[in-house]
């Protein structure tokens, strides 16, 4: 069965500071790939996903996330962070032959000035 | 476009009630619908899938008498949580895409409602 890891609970980074953010998942073929970052309180707002082709791929907001199968990872990237995006960050994985995704225990990001 | 609305985004009520939550498709026609909830500083658990027309989908350990999910129209799905108990406070978020199955995960990408607080006393 599918499943993702983020090692990390949370991360604090000043502001300005470039930022990674870890995912793993656990899935036999090519999974379907997602970023959700959630605000105090909201729901979720799709970040960037990967489905096939280019493993470097772009986002909303200055993220991006780089799928690489030999590490099973899917790592969201962003060059500069501002205080905005201080939230809670999710990966997801969504497997063939499903309309499920599995959601990782996300990443809280705080951002200091 | 793609805006779910979800109403309450916040309820309080007695122990024993009923509430009932509301899950909109604003601009399109939501074909499956999606419940989860949400424990503090967690992440989101999957309740049960909804498509229009017909009887949801739950995961395992849910329970479906005490979560009732409607999915009336194509725009519209409705969880109830039925003889509410403290236990039952959470953080519920649905969602809403165009696609079923596969298509769900491969192209058309699930749309969040911003939630609704339950608290029950």
């Known amino acids: 069965a599918q499943s993702v890891t983020q090692p990390d609970i949370h991360i604090t980074v000043s502001e300005g500071a470039s930022l990674e953010l870890r995912c793993n998942y656990s899935?036999?073929?090519?999974?379907?790939l997602f970023w959700y970052v959630q605000s105090p309180g909201q729901g979720l707002q799709l970040l960037l996903k990967y489905f096939s082709g280019d493993t470097l791929v772009q986002g909303i907001k200055g993220f991006e996330a780089e799928f690489k199968r030999s590490q099973s990872s899917f790592n969201l990237r962003k060059p500069s962070v501002h205080w905005s995006d201080a939230a809670e960050y999710f990966c997801a994985v969504g497997a063939g032959n499903t309309d499920k995704l599995i959601f990782g225990t996300g990443t809280r990001l705080q951002v200091f000035p | 476009g793609a805006v779910v609305s979800q109403h309450p985004s916040w309820v309080i009520c007695k122990s024993g009630t009923s509430v009932k939550i509301e899950c909109r498709s604003l601009?399109?026609?939501?074909?499956?619908m999606f419940w989860y909830r949400q424990f503090p500083k967690q992440s989101l658990m999957l309740m049960a899938t909804s498509n229009e027309g017909s009887k949801a989908t739950y995961e395992q350990g849910v329970e479906k008498d005490k979560f009732l999910i409607n999915h009336a129209s194509l725009t519209l799905s409705t969880l109830t949580v039925t003889s509410a108990h403290p236990e039952d406070s959470s953080f519920y978020i649905c969602s809403a895409t165009t696609g079923e199955g596969e298509a769900i995960v491969s192209n058309q990408p699930q749309h969040f409602g911003d939630g609704t607080r339950l608290s029950i006393l």
């Open positions: 899935y036999g073929a090519t999974p379907y």
């Open positions: 601009d399109f026609q939501a074909t499956t």
